[in-house]
Nanobody
Framework: QVQLVESGGGLVQAGGSLRLSCAASGRTFSSYAMGWFRQAPGKEREFVAATNWSGGNRYYADSVKGRCTISRDNAKNTVYLQMNSLKPEDTAVYYC????????????????WGQGTQVTVSS
């Protein structure tokens, strides 16, 4: 089992940047592929980005491609989401998640979730 704790959210103006972090504890972090999801008010949770165990493979939702970068540091048991050129429509609670699958973009394929961190982008 793995426990996940997100941080780094906050209030930022449109066009700004934020770096989210997700610290993992428990079983070997490098055993897991990691993903970021988000949920805006009144909407379903949606996929944002995912990376495999090494960080060598990455996949992004079209809505964030070119603006976000997912990375991980297995020595620090941490996965990151660098978000640039933020837009008001990026406002959401951002969650990190872990899966033992090689990589996944579907919410149901992730077994472990953090509590989320709020990102608010003002126009």
């Amino acid at each position: 089992q793995v426990q996940l704790v997100e941080s780094g959210g906050g209030l930022v103006q449109a066009g700004g940047s934020l770096r989210l972090s997700c610290a993992a504890s428990g079983r070997t972090f490098s055993s897991y592929a990691m993903g970021w999801f988000r949920q805006a008010p009144g909407k379903e949770r949606e996929f944002v980005a995912a990376t495999n165990w090494s960080g060598g493979n990455r996949y992004y939702a079209d809505s964030v491609k070119g603006r976000c970068t997912i990375s991980r540091d297995n020595a620090k048991n941490t996965v990151y989401l660098q978000m640039n050129s933020l837009k008001p429509e990026d406002t959401a609670v951002y969650y990190c998640a872990a899966t033992l699958l090689p990589m996944a973009t579907t919410e149901s394929h992730y077994a472990y979730w953090g509590q989320g961190t709020q990102v608010t982008v003002s126009s």
